[in-house]
């Protein structure tokens, strides 16, 4: 993949080699139909899934799919996916074998689950005056 400037998941996926393709689109498919609410993005440079903030990210490499970051926090889903786990947890699906698409959208569930909707920012209360020396809006 020589480009780097990538605005879009399709983006990214057209410029895999051509035998990586199809893992790359079932994996996306994976994690849309586990997380429909998930918005695609880029962000590192490669497909990423927002759900109050980065949720999951993918991208191909020459021997394998990378999924991040590592699983953490379920030790049933930690010991199935550990087979797959580089030297720092991330995930590497190699691409001579199959690749288990239903585990990646039980990851992807168990991120949702870690990620709750952060809390709308506070805002002043009606009538309420600013500090004197405060710097205006």
Known sequence: MA????????????S????DRAGLEAIRKALRDA?????????????TFKLNGNLIHFAAFKQHIGLYPPV???AKLEREVAPFAGEKG???????R??????????VR??????PPKP?????RAGTKKKPGSIPE
């Open 3 to 14: 480009k780097t400037n990538f605005q879009t998941a399709d983006e990214y996926i057209a």
């Open 16 to 19: 895999a080699p051509e035998a």
């Open 35 to 47: 997380v429909p609410e998930a918005v695609e993005a880029i962000s590192y440079q490669i497909p």
């Open 72 to 74: 953490k926090g379920d």
């Open 90 to 96: 991330n995930l590497r699906f190699p691409l001579d």
């Open 98 to 107: 199959p690749i288990p698409y239903e585990l990646i959208a039980r990851i």
């Open 110 to 115: 168990h991120r949702v689950k870690q990620s």
């Open 120 to 124: 709308a920012p506070k805002r002043p």
